[in-house]
């Protein structure tokens, strides 16, 4: 026992949290996992222990009583230094309930057709959560900072987790964005009505609605409106998309562009890939699907024959404007199988608001780290013997 | 020459204008017609006689000194009555450059596929213009409406253009739409600095940056605020998009969004289908790429070999904010032809802000009406024997 603490001691992720059993790790340190499938489309909110976690580092340890969040104009005076109980006595508590998704989310399916650098996501990197708090205008107000005139062109957020050379993880919105959002970003202590857990940010997480989860900074301790962008790695030299012909022997960072709002996507959770189906005639398909930017779902088509025939699916309204569409839409569709066939493939693809769609086939968005991995979402099953 | 008349007289369409010769007629009454996209792509403005036309209705004759706006709330007394004059002398004039689209734009590979029922288009149903005239939000204002606050869902449009039972023109976009971009759409009385022509809505054109054609109604004289939808067959019967396994038999309209914010397109203007090139060993390709929702052009992708390979096109800057990147991105990239090939597929395809991509295929996308065809643009040419 004492041998264990001592490693423990010498580990930095050795003061990580435990994490519920059902998690599938996509690796143990830093700690990333994803829940099973079935268990995510089972409530429109996720449970704060089965929310994917996507972690760069290990989680800081945090004491909420010496915690301040500094906001800050670069190379200004002014700002602000705020404790968590200013945050949560001081300004009016918002409410937003957002879906997040890794930019890495199904990158298992880009694996199949080529390697790519990055964790060996399923389907299940994305979750949704209600998150509470302080609004970015209402927290830049109070720091003496008018978002829609200051002379900045982002907003970088820099959080209190930490390598092994010091460097914290950072990322940056542009500013078009955060003014655009400033009543919907959230400077968030609650997720889903309970303190957020270590792994998800505790004591404070940045919620910026319709884009990818690396901007969203977990352990937030400091806001900085510059005229630059973050310096992180993780925003100037990964998460960025490229086509299929970059890999890492000609790529250039600096010639893409920061992901931000994400596409279009949608993925089949029920029945699983390889399942055994129980009956022969039809089969009920279950999923989510989720755009970016705030778009609604308008459409979600279905096939149990490999993409012959389409079907609608039903859509369970999440109540949200289909352009303020910030959180996720779950669908059902029970449809037809095909007939004297002992396998098929079931596919799934969406239509937002914007009437985007996904594209048909993974290897037309292959890239060499493996994001925004959205193509129509296909799982192969066995169809059991007619006993009629 | 009498006879003429007299038939002119009778034909709804007899007062319609001239046209430019080099425009190509997808229909001639209405009078519908695409610019060869060699000459689109010339110019970054499309210059107001090769701008596509699509009209549904014989284009109505209008005197300007009588020509009046009327702007109200649907059932409630008050709004306003404005004369051309009102408009140009009253209010702030502001400009916005825009692409506009037509719904159909790219039908002509669908119908391909299967028919469909709409007209031919190619690829240059799109058109660029700088617009000038009065926000929105300026006339809803001055018509003692506040649009922020009015208890409507839908800003209704409609036109002076009417069928043979009387029915006028008409759409409309969400509440949504209008509150979001109250200052960026403009009931417009310029096109590129001159009158708006008569095909193109003489003497207003409502302009909805980064929404379909469909509901920026021409000869506009009537902006309605309702709690309703326009009732109009092009908003309720038309303009919707469906899966490919829905055709006249089994359509219910009533199921579907209407078409508003577009998804991402581009197509190859240059080199044309078909031709031969002039060079054994590169090519230069150039085309537009564009996307609704004010998203801009992150990326081009382009490939002289049927999609084994790609390149990035050089984009040519709009200078709009990647956030509200109204108006369509020219590009060009000149790449290496395959070696002992006679014959090749070029292809190109973008990505947008929200790091949207195209579908790779037609057939995926397929629908009755034929609309919303944005899949990888694809052009066969021949190559020269090479003379080295
Ligand atoms: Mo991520
Ligand atoms: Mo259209």
């Known amino acids: 026992v004492e041998e264990k603490k001592e490693a423990d001691k010498k580990d930095p992720y050795g003061n990580d949290p435990k994490r519920h059993p059902a998690l599938k790790p996509a690796s143990e340190k830093p700690f990333n996992a994803e829940p099973p499938p079935s268990l995510l489309i089972h409530s429109y909110l996720t449970p704060n222990d089965l929310f994917f976690i996507r972690n760069h580092l290990p989680v800081p340890v945090i004491d909420p009583k010496t915690f301040s969040l500094q906001v800050a104009v670069e190379k200004e005076n002014g700002g602000a230094k705020l404790s968590l109980d200013d945050l949560k006595s001081k300004f009016p508590k918002k409410s937003v309930t957002t879906t997040i998704q ?69 990322a940056s919105i542009p500013i078009e964005i955060a003014r655009s959002l400033k009543n919907e970003i959230i400077v968030a202590y609650k997720m889903n009505g309970k303190d957020i857990p270590r792994d998800h940010g505790y004591p404070l997480r940045i919620i910026i609605p319709g884009i990818v989860g690396a901007r969203q900074v977990k352990w937030l301790n400091k806001i900085v409106l510059s005229k630059e962008e973050s310096s992180s790695h993780w925003q100037q030299r990964d998460y960025k998309g490229f086509n299929s012909s970059i890999d890492w022997h000609n790529v250039d960072f600096s010639k893409a562009q920061a992901i931000q709002e994400l596409p279009i996507v949608s993925a089949i959770c029920e029945p699983a890939e390889g399942e055994m189906l129980e009956d022969a005639e039809e089969v009920t398909i279950k999923g989510y699907a989720w755009s970016g930017g705030g778009r609604g779902i308008y459409r979600v088509d279905v096939s149990a024959d490999g993409g012959k025939t389409w079907h609608e699916a039903d859509l369970n309204s999440n109540n949200q404007s289909p352009y ?49 991995s959205n193509a129509w979402h296909r799982v192969s099953v066995t169809i059991p013997n007619d006993q009629r």
């Not at 239509?351 to 594209?359: A, L």
Request: net charge neutral.
């Open 102 to 170: 890794c930019s890495g989310n199904r990158r298992s399916e880009m694996i199949k057709i080529k390697s790519v650098k990055g964790l060996n996501w399923g389907i299940a990197a994305i979750s949704t959560a209600e998150w509470s708090g302080v609004t970015l205008d209402a927290i830049l107000k109070h720091s003496g900072i008018d978002i829609d005139k200051v002379d900045c062109k982002h907003v970088q957020f820099e959080g209190m987790d930490k390598g092994p050379d010091g460097a914290t993880y950072g």
């Open 324 to 372: 303020k569409a910030w959180a996720w839409t779950l669908w059902e569709a029970t449809v037809p199988l095909p007939k004297s066939s002992k396998n098929t493939q079931l596919i799934c693809k969406a239509i937002d608001s914007s009437y985007n769609c996904q594209p048909d086939s993974v290897e037309g968005i292959w890239n060499l780290r493996g994001v925004l």
